[in-house]
């Protein structure tokens, strides 16, 4: 148990759509991560979020954005959704930034089906 | 490009046995790895992890090795158990901000 909780855990949308994944980081993370892991693969970063800034991207298009709140839980946000956006989505919070040594927490995910 | 990999895709091993998970990687700037363990269906789970000034460290039944001459690292887990089925990652961390890149993984298979 990571005191990282992410919902949905599960959903189905069509190509074209528009989804939002929500995460609660824990108690007292002021950092949270998303990663897309498609099947198979590892995960893979998409973006960080540190005190309600974005802070890093990966190679994903701007169609995939996000936001932190003030108590630090986080959305991500996925427009105009193609096939290959299917996938498990976890976030992953940790405390601070620029010290070596912050472990990363994970979620168990949100499982993506676009159809 | 720069990445990191597994050198071995699956391994099985023997219930009881001791298990060694390789993995290379070609940024020599990376401070800070971890290696996470995937049961099917779920998160990844934190198992150990190890920072670049270090080339060894323990924890229960694992043990990490980073060898920076040759940018390697290895998990090595004691007396495998069938609850060890799953499938390992190393990250590591390439920057200050806690981006972590993985491998695609190996699969560990414990036979009873």
């Known amino acids: 148990e990571t005191g990282v909780t992410q919902s949905p855990t599960h959903l189905i949308k069509t190509r074209g759509q528009q989804v939002t994944l929500r995460c609660s980081s824990q108690?007292?993370?002021?950092?949270v991560s998303w990663y897309q892991q498609a099947l198979g693969q590892g995960p893979q970063f998409i973006f960080q979020y540190y005190r309600e800034e974005e802070n890093g991207r990966g190679n994903f298009p701007p169609r995939f954005s996000g936001l932190q709140f003030p108590n630090y839980s986080s959305e991500l946000n996925v427009n105009a959704l193609e096939l290959d956006d299917s996938a498990l989505y976890l976030c992953?919070?940790?405390?601070?930034?620029?010290?070596?040594?912050?472990?990363?927490?994970f979620g168990e995910g949100s499982w993506l089906t676009v159809v | 490009g720069e990445s990191v990999g597994l050198h071995l895709p699956t391994l099985s091993v023997q219930e009881g046995d001791n298990s060694i998970i390789n993995c290379a990687y070609s940024?020599?700037?990376?401070?800070?790895f971890i290696w996470y363990k995937q049961e099917s269906g779920k998160g990844p789970q934190f198992i150990i992890d190890?920072?670049?000034?270090?080339d060894k460290r323990q924890g229960q039944r694992v043990t990490v090795l980073l060898n920076k001459t040759v940018k390697h690292l290895s998990l090595q887990i004691a007396a495998t158990q069938p609850g060890d089925s799953a499938v390992y990652f190393c990250?590591?961390?390439?920057?200050?901000?806690?981006?972590?890149?993985f491998g695609s993984g190996t699969k560990l298979n414990v036979k009873p």
């Open positions: 108690s007292g993370h002021n950092t």
């Open positions: 190890i920072r670049s000034n270090m």
């Open positions: 992953a919070s940790s405390l601070a930034t620029g010290l070596a040594g912050n472990t990363i927490y």
């Open positions: 940024n020599s700037a990376s401070d800070y």
């Open positions: 990250a590591e961390r390439r920057d200050n901000f806690n981006k972590f890149y």
